[in-house]
């Protein structure tokens, strides 16, 4: 008994300095705490911030201290890679703001859920987010909430496009778009904020479209831009930036300074889909370079990044689908009548339709009679022709799968018109190079590619850009199917 009184007495005395300590936060106090999370590095830090200020804004009754909180929290969960736990922050903040009517954070909430999808491959899902918030900001009052989150919105649809492997060409046009908006907000602080993170966008799709000049150009002005808000994540964006365009101009020592600035930023804020990205860049650098023993040591740090990441978009990705199933089994529940309704209309049709067609049946069945046999002999020779095709085709697929050593000789019995082509018009092509082509030619994508290559995605990009400019294949040329009509 004794001991009940005194956890009681524990948790009265703990309740009232939680109590305390809220009161002692005004709503600007902790806006001013809010708005500095953002130039945080340290992801894990900026989420702290923000799950303890949501707690204080719910006890001091801050309604806009909650959303905002609630929008550290989703950036912070995204920068983080925790794509499914950014969503459920993003449902939070919608289901808060549609409570007040407020417009503005639930278009933040729509664009945060939009990029989480493309991050986990929902591209369908991410669109149709996308879509809605556009539509939604149309009533957003406020002409700086307005032009920020259109900017948002065509910037995250570059990020879609970008995800999906779509030509540069098409997603430059989002990324200007996005710049537009940001250039009409009127407060220059607010401004080069959102500016700043977008060119370095805009920098990474130039590098895409080989216009190295004009990368560097908006990678400098992200980094410089970020530098005087002294916000040090999009210092690091607009770094890599750099470095990548200079990797991509085959300048190594320079590509190997900006890498290494960048370096230390993006380990503070544990990024791990870009260190993975400049790990692997390093490691093609030293390899270039001859230097062994840092190629093994970024080769090593980037393949384990890759391993955890890949790993952690699988269980995301289950996760998240299991909810996307969930929730439309939840609205199909809400309109079951109308369902049912429509089913019995539909058996209705159906029956009339069907007595109409069996009547016509009756016609025809004797004249399918007397052609069945015909075709049952045709079918016969198509699916013999058919097996021998798909026999040579399947064992091909296992032994890339495997990454046997006798596929690319097998290859060459089994497409010799494709491979004697090849090497005639490109003999500079090495073995590695042929090899490739060939999986180019059996249409694996990008990623499968990566995965039984033991390689990053944006390896096998690279490669690709390389093999369009020795096969002067233009950019906008699907590459599997110039291999696979060559």
């Known amino acids: 008994m004794e001991l009940i009184k005194r956890s009681i007495l524990v948790l009265l005395l703990t309740s009232c300095i939680l109590q305390t300590k809220a009161q002692d936060y005004t709503p600007k106090k902790i806006d001013s705490i809010l708005v500095n999370t953002f130039q945080l590095a340290d992801r894990n830090k900026a989420l702290k911030i923000g799950l303890d200020t949501y707690k204080i804004s719910e006890k001091t009754g801050y309604y806009l ?80 909430e307005f032009y920020s989150s259109m900017g948002q919105i065509y910037a995250g ?52 479209l080989d216009k190295h000049q004009e990368a560097l150009y908006y990678n400098r002005k992200a980094y410089f831009l970020s530098k005087i808000e002294n916000d040090s994540i999009n210092q690091a964006f607009g770094l890599y930036g750099i470095g990548n365009t200079y990797l991509e101009m085959n300048k190594m020592d320079s590509s190997i300074y900006y890498y290494k600035q960048a370096l230390p930023i993006f380990e503070k804020a544990q990024d791990i889909y870009r260190l993975q990205y400049i790990y692997d860049d390093l490691a093609t650098i030293y390899e270039k370079m001859g230097d062994d023993k840092l190629y093994g040591y970024y080769s090593k740090k980037s393949k384990e990044l890759y391993d955890i990441i890949r790993k952690k978009e699988k269980a995301e990705t289950d996760n998240v689908s299991q909810n996307i ?38 016609r025809e069945k004797r004249i399918r009679e007397n052609t069945k046999y015909h075709l049952l002999e045709r079918e016969k020779v198509v699916n013999q022709l058919e097996s021998k095709v798909n026999d040579s085709f399947a064992e091909l697929l296992e032994l890339a799968k495997s990454n046997d050593s006798s596929f ?13 082509k090849l090497s005639s018009q490109y003999p500079e092509m090495t073995s590695g190079q042929l090899k490739f082509c060939a999986l180019l030619k059996l249409n694996f994508s990008t990623k ?33 199917n110039w291999m696979m009509n060559f």
């Open 325 to 362: 199933i969930s929730n439309e089994k939840s609205i199909w529940y809400e309109n079951l009548y109308l369902i049912i309704a429509g089913i019995v209309v539909f058996f209705i049709v159906k029956m009339y339709f069907t007595i109409k067609i069996f009547k016509k049946y009756r």
């Open 408 to 420: 690319l000789s097998r290859f060459k019995e089994v497409y010799p018109n494709f491979y004697s």
């Open 65 to 144: 201290g909650k959303a905002k909180s609630l929008k550290v929290i989703i950036n912070s969960y995204l920068g983080l890679g925790e794509q499914q736990k950014g969503l459920e922050a993003a449902d939070k903040l919608l289901e808060l703001a549609n409570q007040e009517n407020d417009y503005y954070h639930s278009v933040q909430a729509l664009i945060a859920k939009s990029l989480a999808y493309s991050y986990l491959g929902f591209f369908e899902k991410a669109d149709e987010t996308s879509k809605s918030a556009e539509e939604l900001c149309k009533r957003v009052k406020d002409n700086y």
């Open 157 to 208: 649809r570059s990020e879609i496009m970008n995800l999906k492997y779509e030509p540069p060409q098409h997603t430059i046009k989002n990324d200007l778009k996005s710049v537009e908006y940001y250039n009409k907000i009127k407060d220059p602080k607010k401004r080069n904020g959102w500016l700043a993170i977008q060119y370095s966008s805009v920098g990474y799709t130039y590098i895409d």
């Open 448 to 480: 499968e590619i990566a995965h039984l290559s033991h390689i990053s995605v944006r390896s096998v990009e690279m490669k690709k850009s390389r093999l369009r400019k020795q096969m002067n294949i233009p950019s906008d040329v699907d590459l599997n």
